[in-house]
Every structure is written in structure tokens, then in C-alpha cells.
């Protein structure tokens, strides 16, 4: 298996995605960690909220994961996605690629959370102190 | 037949449910599902956009709808 693709409940670690990623054919690996900023717009958030069509999710992630196989000749690719209430500063993505050099291992992630915001069944609520909004809902 | 629809993110909020079930001809498609829903839930149309799920894949809407399919309405995805 050279992909590790998840949608997980609990707190995500960066350092077992690394572990997971690194092999002796690798000479780099590119990690993207996403974290819980403390405001959107200039407004203060309090905490989000994260929803997946979990089994779809996965499949969309999947078919990302080999897309960015047939891109880069990249060797690991992992994707892990929290759901549930996550609070300021924690993580709710990280991507690890390894590759047996830097450019595909940058261009592969790159590749990967930028697909993942356009086509994954994830939802995000940001919770304000008078109020929250579904992300993206509305134009 | 009858059809189940799943709802997630905004879409949950506006059927105030995680799935609804709704009467569909046999030969329907995934716009006729559409027009019925905005038909029974207006803010469906106020969202920015919205696609359709059959069976875990994006459907366009031509694509036609099955009683035993799973689908699901996946408003503007906001992962990462």
C-alpha cells in the first residue's frame, strides 16, 4: 500500500503521517499541515466544525491520491482528515508525500489540498460568538 | 418509488434532517430530483451551489435515479 487515506475523530499526528510516509527510496518528504486559525475576515472564531460523507469522502481522496501518482513520480501519499469540534490552533488536515526528490514531493502536496478544498464531501462550520456559517454555503 | 436522501453540512440544516425521503417516477432524473427539491425546500436555491451524489460519485443531471441508490446532496465543500 503506498497511500494512507483517513477521515479520522481524534487528533491527528503529525509525526506517526511523517513516520508513516518516510522509506529509504525516499530523499524528501513535503508534510502540509492545516491548523485551527483564531479569526476568518477580521472576526474572531471561536471553534469549527467538521462534517464528512465520510465514504465518499474517501473515494474522492483516493482518486486524488492517484491522480497525483500519475502527475509525480512520488512513492507515499498520505491524507488524514479530522471531523468533529476542533479548537483554535489544533489540526484538521495534514498530506505527507515522499518522493525520491523534492519537486515532486512539494508539487504532489501542493496538488492535493488545493483538489482536496475543490471536490472532497467535507464541510466546515465556523462558530462566532453571535452566530456560525457553513463555509462556502452562500455566494 | 420512494427515494432517500442524505443531507450534510448546510443541506441537514434546511431539510432540518439527515435524510429525507421523497416520491419520484421510476425514469427520474437527478434534475427532476433537483426541481422537486427546491420545489419543497426554497433555500436550496439560495445556496451557492449544489451537486448531487449517486452511489459516492458526482451525478450530472441527466443521470437517472434509482430506488435502491444512495443519494446524497452535497452543498459548497469546505474540507482542509
Known amino acids: ?139 | 418509488m420512494k427515494i432517500n436522501i442524505l443531507a450534510f453540512g448546510i443541506a441537514k440544516d434546511i431539510f432540518e434532517a439527515s435524510a429525507v425521503k421523497v416520491e419520484m417516477t421510476n425514469d427520474a432524473t437527478v434534475s427532476n430530483l433537483k426541481y422537486l427539491l427546491e420545489k419543497q425546500y426554497p433555500r436550496l436555491k439560495k445556496l451557492a451551489t449544489y451537486m448531487v451524489a449517486v452511489n459516492n460519485e458526482y451525478a450530472l443531471d441527466g443521470d437517472t435515479v434509482h430506488e435502491r441508490d444512495e443519494i446524497a446532496i452535497i452543498p459548497p465543500v469546505s474540507g482542509g
Open chain 1, 1 to 139: 500500500m503506498n497511500t494512507n487515506i483517513q477521515i479520522l475523530p481524534i487528533t491527528l499526528n503529525a509525526q506517526e503521517c511523517i513516520g508513516w510516509v518516510m522509506s529509504p527510496e525516499c530523499g524528501g518528504i513535503d508534510i502540509f499541515i492545516g491548523t485551527v486559525r483564531n479569526a476568518t475576515k477580521g472576526k474572531a472564531i471561536l471553534r469549527l466544525e467538521f462534517e464528512a460523507y465520510e465514504k465518499m469522502a474517501i473515494s474522492e481522496l483516493e482518486k486524488i491520491a492517484q491522480q497525483a501518482f500519475e502527475k509525480w513520480p512520488a512513492q507515499r501519499i498520505l491524507i488524514h482528515h479530522r471531523t468533529g469540534v476542533l479548537q483554535i490552533g489544533e489540526i484538521p488536515v495534514i498530506i505527507a508525500v515522499a518522493a525520491a526528490h523534492r519537486d515532486a514531493a512539494f508539487e504532489a502536496c501542493r496538488y492535493i489540498i488545493d483538489t482536496l478544498k475543490q471536490t472532497v464531501p467535507i464541510w466546515k462550520k465556523e462558530i462566532f460568538e453571535d452566530g456560525e456559517v457553513w463555509v462556502a454555503a452562500h455566494p
